[in-house]
């Protein structure tokens, strides 16, 4: 078998906060394959942001810092990398699209200057060239008269070309790993299906791994080959997208399905979850979901469970899988 591109063990980050420990993360572990996207759905405050800022070690200081685990890009542990090191990766390797590109670009730099910075730092390009390669960048991305955008700032543009803008930041130095924070939340239905049909044909031109935060299962269903769920901590369960959508066995997994519109059924109400995510400054025992669970036992509460293979490929964190997959 080949190595991942990207292998995550056991990984913590915790917040050192005056009002306690966070454990925003607190044992997550999955890979990344070259050319795959690899979806991690959630709650907000389930620990997938955090997970990917670990990822690319941009965690809040002071009080952000991984206490465990292993991040390894092409066999290469991140986590060891000094921060002179990881400066030289970040851009290069693997890069970042975050999820407001209002707050990611700069108001009072053109577009040009903006997407000329990696390639200045990372390609060393002379000026002569660096004009001709942004155009180029902005022209794959689909920016309509590339030539007068350059000269643009942020604030002239909509907020779809401004995610195209990020993106074609992100991609300048053509890296292998492409993380992106929920980019479409700010997006119409239109325009963010325009942008995902973007981000494939990149994939495919480029050969990108993307992992795709997001809490929105039509955007997994889109684009995604595999999905990872989050909640408190940790990853609850993992499968191919079409398991997922065909046969969740968790009780959260099935609970966040239930909880979307379905075009073939008329509601006039979408079941909610009860309850509220527990707090991650409490040292935890048992299944994280077990007081919003109405299947969880005595040992949901006591102990937590260990990861059930349900199929190949299909992994669970459950006591009662078997009767959830059953259910389901």
Not at 79 to 105: C, F, H, N, T, Y
Not at 223 to 241: H, K, L, N, P, S
Not at 277 to 296: E, I, K, W, Y
Request: with cysteine; hydrophobic share 40%.
């Amino acid at each position: 078998m080949t190595q991942p591109l990207l292998k995550v063990d056991d990984l913590r980050t915790y917040l050192f906060t005056r009002n306690g420990i966070v454990r925003a993360v607190d044992g997550v572990s999955f890979h990344v394959d070259a050319g795959e996207t690899l979806g991690i759905v959630g709650e907000s405050g389930s620990g997938k942001s955090m997970t990917a800022l670990s990822i690319q070690r941009l965690l809040p200081r002071p009080a952000g810092r991984i206490v465990g685990g292993e991040i390894r890009l092409e066999g290469e542990d991140l986590v060891a990398k000094s921060e002179r090191q990881m400066s030289a990766i970040r851009g290069r390797s693997m890069a970042m699209i975050l999820q407001d590109p209002m707050s990611s670009l700069n108001p009072v730099f053109t577009i040009g200057q903006q997407v000329s910075d990696p390639l200045r730092t990372h390609r060393k390009l002379p000026p002569g060239e660096l004009r001709k390669a942004v155009e180029r960048l902005l022209e794959m991305v689909r920016i309509p008269a590339p030539q007068t955008r350059v000269n643009d700032y942020p604030h002239q543009m909509s907020g779809g070309m401004r995610q195209r803008i990020v993106g074609a930041i992100a991609l300048s130095c053509e890296p292998k790993l492409l993380i992106a924070d929920e980019p479409t939340t700010a997006l119409d239905v239109t325009v963010q299906a325009q942008y995902l049909r973007l981000l494939r044909d990149l994939q495919a031109r480029l050969g990108l791994a993307i992992i795709m935060i997001t809490h929105d299962f039509g955007v997994v269903a889109r684009i995604c080959d595999r999905v990872a769920v989050m909640y408190a901590g940790r990853i609850v369960e993992t499968a191919a997208t079409t398991t997922l959508f065909d046969r969740p066995a968790h009780p959260y997994t099935q609970a966040l399905m239930r909880s979307m519109p379905r075009l073939d059924q008329r509601s006039d109400r979408l079941p909610a979850i009860d309850g509220q995510p527990p707090d991650l400054r409490q040292t935890l025992t048992g299944c994280r979901f077990a007081p919003r669970c109405a299947h969880a036992s005595d040992i949901c509460r006591q102990q937590y469970p260990e990861m059930t293979v349900v199929s190949p490929g299909h992994a669970v964190n459950c006591w009662h899988a078997d009767r959830m997959m059953a259910a389901s």
